[in-house]
């Protein structure tokens, strides 16, 4: 399983961004699948994660409301929408397929490579 994260940028306070993540193999739509950030200096945290179906969704006490989790299984991607971005929104952004078909914050197993949000104040 591969995961290509894509969609990061600079972006003024107040903006929105959308990222994507593209996976590889035939077993996508089985699993669920999660967002997590790092910014410089700080561990990686859980963001949002999208159950197998999509039919269910958790997020980050942090970006509920402003972030919205969503999937494609017939295009193999899980997107998150970033809007009213704030400086703290900072960080490298990553992909990840869950053992699980249930959204959760932890018992991931493939990664992606990251995307880079920057948000100017």
């Known amino acids: 399983v591969q995961l290509q994260a894509s969609g990061g940028g600079l972006v003024q306070a107040g903006g929105s961004l959308r990222l994507s993540c593209a996976a590889s193999?035939?077993?996508?739509?089985?699993?669920?699948m999660g967002w997590f950030r790092q910014a410089p200096g700080k561990e990686r945290e859980f963001v949002a994660a999208i159950s197998y179906g999509g039919g269910s969704t958790s997020y980050a006490d942090s970006v509920k409301g402003r972030f919205t989790i969503s999937r494609d299984n017939a295009k193999n991607t899980v997107y998150l929408q970033m809007n009213s971005l704030k400086p703290e929104d900072t960080a490298v952004y990553y992909c990840a397929r869950s053992r699980s078909r249930l959204p959760q914050r932890t018992n991931y197993d493939y990664w992606g490579q990251g995307t880079q949000v920057t948000v100017s104040s």
């Open positions: 193999g035939r077993t996508f739509s089985s699993y669920a």
